[in-house]
């Protein structure tokens, strides 16, 4: 399962979640430290964009 680098714009925490990537645009995210769900989302893997994390579904099945 791939880990999602947040980090919250209200108190700055940097948190990591992990979930599926079908999961990534309907699971709201809230920072563990405030609550806030104004956080920010970088993929660990560099720099994913949408379309990359596409393939990346088709090589690992
Ligand atoms: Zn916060």
């Known amino acids: 399962m791939p880990h ?3 980090s919250c714009e209200k108190c700055k ?3 990591v979640v992990e979930m599926k990537i079908s999961e990534v645009d309907k699971k709201k995210v809230k920072c ?3 609550g ?3 956080v920010s989302r ?3 893997n ?3 964009t949408s379309e990359s994390v596409n393939r ?3 090589d690992k099945s």
């Open 4 to 6: 999602y680098d947040h």
């Open 13 to 15: 925490k940097d948190f």
């Open 32 to 34: 563990p430290e405030c």
């Open 36 to 38: 806030s769900v104004k």
């Open 42 to 44: 970088n993929v660990t």
């Open 46 to 48: 560099n720099s994913f």
């Open 56 to 58: 990346y579904v088709w």
